[in-house]
Structure formats: C-alpha cells, structure tokens
C-alpha cells in the first residue's frame, strides 16, 4: 500500500520533531527543522563570551597582545 519508497528507507525519526526523516533532509523531516538544527549550531557558536561596553576596562583577560605600544 504503501508507494513507491527511494531506496532505503530510514528508519529514524527527525531528531528534532520525531517526524519520519525526509530522504532528502536526512536526518530530518524537513528543511525547516534542518535549518533549524543549523541555526542551533550558529547560536552555540555565537554564545562567546563578550562583553559590550566592558572592553575599555583595566580588567583584561591577559594574554593575547599584551604589549602594545601605542605609537
Ligand atoms: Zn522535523
């Protein structure tokens, strides 16, 4: 009853929804939820550690550049 199905069918469901992966956007259901996978891996990447305003402080990480004459 079932129709014609692409070669493998897998078995695993999209990690994100539980929804039957889609061949096409294994191991996903679909684009959406594989861009959304993706903008999750941004977001982890993009949670660094900055401070806005505090850049401008005596209270420096140390390390990198740590001479720096200015002129
Ligand atoms: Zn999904």
Redesign the pocket.
């Known amino acids: 009853m079932s129709a014609d199905s692409p070669s493998t069918v897998s078995s695993r469901p999209?990690p994100?929804?539980g929804?039957p992966a889609n061949h096409d956007f294994r191991p996903?259901?679909?684009r959406g939820?594989r861009d959304r996978d993706l903008h999750n891996w941004f977001d982890e990447d993009y949670r660094i550690p900055v401070t806005p305003g505090a850049d401008e402080g005596d209270d420096a990480p140390g390390g990198f550049g740590e001479a720096r004459d200015d002129g």
């Open positions: 999209c994100l929804c929804k996903f259901c679909s939820c």
